[in-house]
């Protein structure tokens, strides 16, 4: 940005008041880091910030301090005001971290899910010049007994730690909202470790021209982190987890070890085969209630137990003395993620040692990986090397998919992507679509009118075996239609509809990777019309397959309902002969098949829509 200060290079040039500079050397922080030195002049000259260093460099100290100097030069907040400093983090074990901080120089109150609401209400009534907290629950707070808890007033310092995450799926719309209730001349301030250049102009957004600090490279593990990648087989994974703690612990029993999987279960499994070996261990992860998760941490610091077992939950911002060895037991699925990981050892210039295990089925995070190792100029293993390059050679040929960013992916373009998709969804299913929106359903239905000798010859042809002995069937021949002709009466054509009933009914339940869920009147179709149904969220898949729905529609409507092919996940090629799943809709006229399908639109959209809400929800 233009007009950048200069660094400081010492606490005394940061114009602090003297018992903040007292509490800094009483912490023994020796000097300012290279972010400190940049950011903190930056920010206090009233700049909006995005700051991007290593982990472990002191960013959490390069946005507090400045924060102090703007809250200690504004009047003391009143009764029933609302802070002066916010600050937002993804997680809630950052949240604890952040406000243990932030206690040390004023007050300071913290906010997150999973605790119970009512203690947070009372300490805010108290008043507090700084809330820490996650973006769900603050805006839980300000609706609270009809805003009356607090407010953001007085607000004018925000901060995002983990900024790049906070602007993912999940948390944009949530910061959105709490960020668009501040006041304009609010100051903004964004630090992360990691800022892939999705997030950097969607962040942009809410900042003023904002100045940007980067130390080193973007994404980047430091350089007093020893990596060690390692390619081994599901089963061999334990073994050599075992050799490693075994190695580490002969040594000195006073370190810390943080083993990472990517699954809850997992978690929960390895704790229980470690602990049957002898180590004593704890899990931490999103399922666990949110007492046993702050004390986990708070025993783990202590030195209670030396290892703990966790999923992504603790990969950002936490802070622990002595550990000194980071095993990634799952392997992290994309570049951001993995620096987060690894970055949890290694801290304030303290050396520790990464180790990461991929398996050959995992060859497409090996690219990632492969690309960390170049950025911070670490040893490639020849065999982590032949897994990126098989991996990318499939990518040329098209059998495999490039992943990208974990986080740039899910960024505000597929949210805007998504609302419009559910708009137009609910506009086509209440019949308020205009004539110059895109109908989405173009590609996923067509009607065909089925030639009526080409309907006969398929039933006559799928009676064969079940009328041979029937004498009134014996004048049963191809070139005969649907409607009946003077030589055969209304009794024999009654017994041939309810024996190609019988038949087709028969049929479809054997068909190919098709599942009959329920056929309306045995009567022939004239009308059809299919929908596309594997793309939809699993809930709106459920809500116009399972039997209480569809059986309403065809009592309804008289129409045949059917599910069809197989369902594949996103990305995954469908086998030749193979379809992805879809609905048949059969019918006498097109009114009915019609309404059939308004009704199933109808369940996909309510479906889509409650999928979308809950995801922008949590």
């Not at 708070?298 to 992504?312: E, K, M, N």
């Amino acid at each position: 940005g233009l007009g950048c200060p200069k660094p400081v290079q010492n606490w005394s040039q940061c114009g602090l008041p003297a018992h903040v500079l007292d509490i800094i050397y009483h912490l023994n922080y020796q000097k300012p880091t290279a972010i400190q030195a940049q950011a903190i002049p930056a920010i206090m000259s009233g700049r909006d910030v995005i700051g991007v260093a290593k982990t472990g460099s002191g960013k959490t100290i390069a946005f507090l301090l400045p924060m102090f100097r703007h809250i200690k030069d504004q009047r003391p907040i009143d009764s029933l005001e609302g802070p002066i400093a916010l600050i937002m983090t993804p997680t809630r074990e950052l949240a604890v971290q952040i406000h243990k901080e932030c206690k040390h120089f004023l007050k300071a109150v913290c906010a997150y899910g999973g605790s119970p609401i009512k203690d947070q209400i009372a300490e805010l009534k108290r008043g507090a010049e700084i809330v820490v907290c996650t973006p769900g629950r603050i805006i839980d707070l300000l609706g609270a007994n009809q805003g009356r808890v607090t407010n953001l007033k007085r607000t004018s310092y925000i901060v995002l730690d983990e900024a790049d995450r906070m602007f993912d799926l999940g948390f944009e719309p949530q910061v959105m909202k709490v960020v668009n209730n501040v006041r304009p001349d609010r100051q903004t301030v964004l630090f992360s470790a990691t800022f892939p250049k999705q997030m950097d102009a969607l962040s942009r957004k809410i900042l003023q021209k904002p100045i940007e600090i980067t130390v080193g490279a973007r994404s980047v593990v430091a350089p007093e982190i020893q990596q060690i990648v390692e390619v081994c087989t599901e089963d061999n994974k334990f073994i050599r987890l075992l050799e490693l703690l075994g190695n580490l612990y002969v040594n000195d029993d006073d370190v810390r070890t943080l083993v990472f999987v990517d699954r809850q279960e997992a978690a929960d499994s390895l704790l229980r085969d470690l602990m049957r070996r002898g180590y004593p261990c704890m899990s931490i992860h999103g399922g666990k209630d949110q007492f046993d998760r702050d004390s986990t941490i708070a025993d783990f610091r202590a030195g209670v137990f030396p290892i703990l077992i966790a999923t992504s939950v603790a990969a950002r911002g936490l802070d622990i003395k002595q550990l000194k060895l980071v095993v990634n037991y799952d392997c992290p699925n994309h570049l951001e993620d993995y620096v987060h990981r690894v970055g949890r050892t290694g801290r304030a210039g303290e050396t520790g040692t990464a180790v990461t295990f991929i398996t050959p089925e995992q060859d497409r995070y090996a690219a990632d990986i492969v690309r960390a190792l170049k950025i911070s100029k670490a040893h490639i293993p020849e065999d982590v090397q032949k897994l990126a390059d098989e991996f990318i050679k499939k990518v040329k040929l098209g059998q495999e998919k490039a992943s990208g960013s974990g986080f740039g992916g899910k960024g505000l373009d597929r949210l805007d992507k998504d609302r419009d998709f559910v708009r137009k969804l609910q506009r086509r299913a209440y019949g308020e679509e205009s004539d110059e929106e895109i109908d989405i359903f173009d590609d996923d239905y067509e009607y065909s009118k089925m030639d009526s000798i080409d309907t006969a010859e398929q039933t006559s042809t799928s009676l064969k075996s079940s009328l041979n002995n029937d004498p009134n069937a014996a004048s049963i021949t191809p070139s005969q239609t649907n409607k009946a002709k003077g030589n055969i009466t209304d009794d024999i054509l009654e017994r041939v509809r309810k024996a190609a009933g019988s038949v087709t009914s028969r049929l479809q339940g054997h068909s190919r990777s098709g599942i009959t869920i329920e056929s309306g009147p045995p009567d022939s179709r004239e009308y059809t019309a299919t929908i596309e149904i594997n793309d939809f969220p699993q809930k709106a898949r459920w809500a116009v397959t399972n039997r209480t729905n569809i059986a309403r529609i065809i009592e309804s409507t008289g129409t045949s309902i059917t599910n069809k092919g197989n369902w594949y996940p996103p990305g995954k090629p469908v086998p030749p002969g193979e379809t992805k799943l879809y609905i048949l809709v059969e019918g006498e006229t097109q009114i009915s098949v019609d309404r059939a399908l308004h009704e199933l639109k109808r369940l996909l959209t309510e479906g889509t829509v409650s999928v979308i809400s809950i995801t922008i929800i949590i």
